[in-house]
């Protein structure tokens, strides 16, 4: 059977429990089918890059699933049909990643250095943005 990756964004005033039961929800539907969900991951609450109706940020799940088209293609029409869910994508792979995702291993070496990495807490350069308010007033 084909192998494939599903992962969808819930609404962000979702508690986690609620989110766990739409991933459980997916898994049922796949399961129903013959088909089977090799891995659920939660990636947690997320920001967006834009406003997708009226979130900014999102709850993200990945499912890795191992079923026939068929089966993704129920599971695509009930996860439209669901209003917890605001977007979704199912992609089709050559094979399954055995360990963690690369989004959960990015996760654990954020959590591992204490914050945000490499960025040392600031948000902008801040070398020579103030240039221009430091003119020399009595010359």
Same mark, same amino acid.
């Given at each position: ?10 609404r962000?005033?979702? *508690?986690? #429990?609620? /989110?766990? =039961?739409?991933? %459980?929800?997916?898994?049922? +539907?796949? !399961? ?5 969900? &090799? ?14 109706a ?12 191992? *079923?026939? #088209?068929? /089966?993704? =293609?129920?599971? %695509?029409?009930?996860?439209? +049909?669901? !209003? ?5 994508? &199912? ?12 989004m ?36």
């Amino acid at each position: 059977m084909p192998y494939y990756e599903h992962v969808f964004l819930a609404r962000q005033d979702l *508690a986690q #429990a609620q /989110v766990d =039961a739409l991933a %459980e929800n997916a898994a049922k +539907i796949i !399961e129903a089918q013959d088909g089977k969900v &090799t891995k659920v991951e939660s990636w947690g609450l997320r920001n967006l890059a834009y406003k997708i109706a009226k979130n900014r940020k999102a709850h993200y799940v990945m499912l890795n699933i191992d *079923a026939p #088209a068929g /089966v993704v =293609a129920e599971l %695509e029409r009930q996860t439209q +049909i669901n !209003e917890d869910v605001i977007r979704f994508m &199912t992609v089709r792979v050559e094979e399954l990643e055995g360990g963690p995702s690369v989004m959960m291993r990015k996760n654990e070496r954020e959590r591992e250095r204490g914050g945000r990495g490499g960025r040392g807490g600031r948000d902008r350069d801040d070398s020579g943005s103030n240039s221009a308010a430091t003119s020399n007033d009595g010359e």
